[in-house]
């Protein structure tokens, strides 16, 4: 099953443009996904359990980075939006 996602970070830091490249940076270093960046949120999407991987592993990521950011997230199971 294929799976889209909308995500969208608001990162709780003062200087947050380099949180939100180092996280957009991160989620390119997957191969298997398909990743397309907007100037409001960022859409990743492919074979669901690659692509919930792939979430579930950048925010802990991001945790383990110290970066304190808040996610919405828009799921859109069977759907490519890309």
Do not use: C, Q, R
Request: no cysteine; charged share 25%.
């Amino acid at each position: 099953m294929k799976l889209s996602i909308e995500i969208t970070m608001y990162p709780l830091e003062d200087k947050y443009l380099p949180i939100i490249e180092g996280f957009i940076d991160h989620l390119k270093s997957y191969n298997g996904i398909k990743l397309e960046v907007f100037p409001t949120s960022t859409v990743i999407m492919g074979d669901f359990d690659e692509v919930m991987s792939v979430l579930s592993n950048s925010i802990k990521w991001n945790v383990n980075n110290e970066d304190k950011a808040v996610f919405i997230t828009k799921f859109l199971p069977n759907y490519e939006a890309l």
